[in-house]
């Protein structure tokens, strides 16, 4: 298959956001236009007057995509030129559960037409690792950096796959790019179903959450395996897949140790009580998911 | 010479000022509206949202967002794709749009929005004055300021006409005193569907989003670049004070109305006294010239149609033989005791051979009535300071001294 994201743009070795951009066409085809608010991503791809993208694609601002991505499907529809064009919109989790929300509650509540997909790394990686409402509990960003009276971010995670779902969107799944195959094929019906539809994608950060630059994907999948990152699909309102781990569930430990922004809980008194608390969270997802 | 205005009786209809803009709107055939409502704007929405449910705008798709930030980033997209783009706001929404503002500029898409001048908060006022756009001058768009709902209504489309043309793809702010203007009824004329097919061509862009032909809109730029999107937009910008000459005759041509282009002018030609000032409260001055010109009072006014681009050049030439220009502002600079208007007009005859005393007026802030009288004393001032010189640059005017 052809990729659509050029290679030689600017990510780091072994970036997440590369691959995920990668997935993600390949998911939607060649007929499709893609919006990027600011971060890693749009950066690394677009350094004025050189492109990564084989598509059609615009960059406005941090916090508008959906709303940008309303305009394109509303005007493709007025110059009657929709056809198949997909409305693809790219963001990071800082740009999607945290500035960009009220947009995209928009964009879902007039139901457009469009993909959104998250690309989840857990932090603001484009400004230099600062926590979003997506970084873990006990995770060490720049600004919730573990400290002799902190273990780190002292919140879950915003389950934003949850909200989105109460949007009444016919469809939202979670991905990993860990599991190529998962995430093109879910990009894939997503683009093909009428309305406004969602992927959350997790993608683990080499820069940002401190591992080798060749071990991405093996994280990524660590964070599946473990049931913190489970991988479902949700048509108009049920959970209608779940990808099983059975019996080779890992231990969250495991999947902790990898990653340089959990090492305090390994060094801190009261760590291993944090660890535990992680493990909570995985166990939840696993009863709840039937994992 | 200015045209002489031909206003055809006949086709008069007593109209809101928001409708003349809503149905202006409309037979500029647009393809994308996107906008929220907020005070005084709201009529123009609603009016618009009606065209739609009676399917009197072909082609055109109304986004009914959830906030001004998504209002002008749909449009950034809608634009971006190809369609011709309206939207309208005013005072807390145009501020919400602040960074979308400098985004659509910069990106050089042509979009245009009504603005109904209203104070911004705090203290929270809904009443007209024009701080909110003036806030926002720095951001890359035109800036029209109309004087009366024929006059809002005709700019509408020439506003489309000039941010379109190749040369100069900047977006612009059509500007009318909130509820004055945009509440108002007036006699007009609207604009006809067939008259403005003629003056205005469907939009065709050069660059859009479009999988036959990829292209990436939005690029970041290092510091090697940055600088030249700039200038060009500049360039733009002083391209643009022809081109709202050009297409303000090109209007008169096809309906035979004219307000003058970037500047108009009133009883100017022998005036000691020259008042400068923008939008609705022209109509009162021009009165009050009227009054004292029977008096054999020198005045004359300078209407400032366009705010940006600012045109020095037509400012400079008409002041050129005043003994004495009086700026009125609707805003403030705060920090410099000043309105806009006035800085930027004392800055455009520095460096010039004239030579005569500026001073400034800030009135009718937060919707304050401008009162012929408060007029008459400003040019009573003038006169004092063609006798004296100077003793107050610039000043607040009719403050009710026991609420200090
Ligand atoms: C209004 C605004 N606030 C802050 C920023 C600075 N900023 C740029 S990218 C970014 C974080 C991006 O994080 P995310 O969306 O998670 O994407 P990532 O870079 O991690 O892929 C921030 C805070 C901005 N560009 N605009
Ligand atoms: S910081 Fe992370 S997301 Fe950003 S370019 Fe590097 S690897 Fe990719």
């Not at chain 1, 273990?151 to 995670?157: H, L, M, S, T």
């Not at chain 1, 479902?232 to 099983?244: A, D, F, N």
């Not at chain 2, 503002?101 to 990106?107: E, Y």
């Not at chain 2, 050009?246 to 020259?274: H, K, Q, S």
Request: net charge negative; with cysteine; proline share 5%.
């Amino acid at each position: 298959m052809k990729s659509l994201l050029a290679p030689g743009h600017r990510g780091c070795a072994g970036c997440c956001d590369a691959m995920a951009a990668k997935f993600t066409l390949m998911g939607a085809g060649e007929d499709c236009i893609v919006i990027n608010p600011t971060g890693c991503l749009e950066v690394m791809t677009t350094p004025f007057p050189e492109t990564a993208w084989d598509v059609p694609w615009i960059h406005s601002l941090f916090e508008n995509a959906a709303a940008v991505g309303s305009g394109i499907e509303a005007a493709l529809k007025a110059l009657g030129k929709k056809g198949n064009t997909k409305v693809v919109v790219m963001g990071g989790d800082g740009a999607t559960l945290d500035i960009g929300m009220r947009s995209i509650s928009g964009a879902f509540e007039r139901g457009h037409d469009l993909t959104y997909v998250c690309i989840d790394n857990e932090a603001y990686m484009n400004t230099g690792v600062q926590r979003s409402g997506a970084t873990p509990f006990s995770a060490s960003t720049t600004t919730s950096p573990a400290g002799k009276v902190s273990f780190g971010n002292d919140r879950p995670k915003k389950n934003m796959p949850a909200i989105m779902v109460a949007h009444g969107a016919p469809y939202v799944a979670t991905t990993s790019i860990g599991y190529p195959k998962d995430m093109i094929n879910k990009v894939k019906k997503a683009v093909d179903i009428e309305g406004p539809t969602y992927i959350h994608a997790h993608a683990p950060c080499t820069t940002g959450w401190g591992f080798d630059t060749s071990k991405t994907v093996e994280v990524a999948k660590m964070a599946v395996q473990t049931g913190l990152w489970p991988l479902y699909e949700v048509e108009e309102g049920e959970v209608t897949k779940v990808r099983k781990i059975g019996k080779n569930v890992k231990p969250v430990e495991d999947y902790l140790k990898m990653q340089r922004r959990f090492s305090h809980l390994f060094k801190m008194e009261g760590g291993l009580e944090e660890i535990a608390k992680i493990q909570a969270l995985a166990d939840k997802n696993i009863e709840v998911y039937g994992l | 010479m200015a045209p002489e205005n031909k206003i055809d009786k006949e086709k008069m209809v007593v109209v809101e000022g928001s409708y003349a803009v809503a149905h202006a709107t409309k037979v500029c055939r647009p393809n994308v509206i996107s906008a929220y409502p907020i005070t005084p704007q709201t009529h123009i929405v609603e009016d618009l949202s009606q065209f739609m449910a009676d399917g009197e705008i072909p082609n055109c798709e109304y986004i009914n967002v959830e906030s001004e930030f998504s209002a002008l980033s749909a449009l950034v997209g809608a634009s971006a794709a190809g369609a011709r783009c309206y939207s309208a706001t005013t005072s807390q929404g145009l501020e919400l749009m602040h960074e979308v503002l400098f985004n659509i500029s910069g990106m050089r898409l042509p979009v245009v929005m009504t603005i109904a001048n209203r104070a911004v908060s705090a203290p929270i006022s809904i009443w007209n004055d024009h701080q909110d756009a003036i806030s926002q001058r720095d951001t890359g768009w035109l800036q029209l300021y109309a004087e009366n709902t024929q006059e809002i209504s005709d700019m509408t489309a020439q506003a489309f006409k000039i941010s379109e043309d190749k040369d100069i793809l900047m977006p612009s702010m059509v500007c009318m005193d909130g509820f004055i203007l945009s509440h108002v009824y007036e006699p007009i004329v609207l604009l006809e569907q067939d008259l403005t097919d003629e003056f205005l061509p469907a939009f065709e862009p050069e660059h859009v989003l479009d999988p036959k032909n990829p292209m990436s809109f939005g690029a970041f730029a290092d510091p090697n670049y940055y600088t030249e999107f700039r200038y060009l937009q500049e360039q733009a910008m002083q391209k643009s004070l022809k081109k709202i000459e050009d297409v303000a005759n090109e209007f008169y041509d096809v309906y035979g109305r004219y307000y003058g282009g970037l500047i108009d002018e009133y009883r100017t030609d022998d005036a000691d006294i020259i008042i400068m000032a923008m939008g609705s409260i022209i109509g009162t001055i021009k009165d009050v010239i009227d009054k004292l010109r029977d008096r054999n009072v020198k005045v004359g006014l300078l209407k400032v149609r366009s705010f940006r681009p600012f045109p020095v050049e037509a400012i400079k030439g008409a002041l050129k033989d005043a003994k004495v220009v009086v700026v009125l502002d609707k805003n403030i600079s705060l920090g410099l005791n000043e309105g806009a208007l006035f800085t930027e007009t004392k800055s455009s005859l520095y460096n010039t051979k004239l030579d005569m005393p500026i001073i400034g007026y800030m009135v009718g802030h937060g919707g304050r009535d401008i009162k012929v009288d408060l007029i008459e004393k400003i040019v009573d001032d003038a006169k004092e300071v063609i006798k004296t010189g100077i003793t107050i640059e610039s000043q607040f005017t009719d403050l009710k001294e026991e609420l200090l």
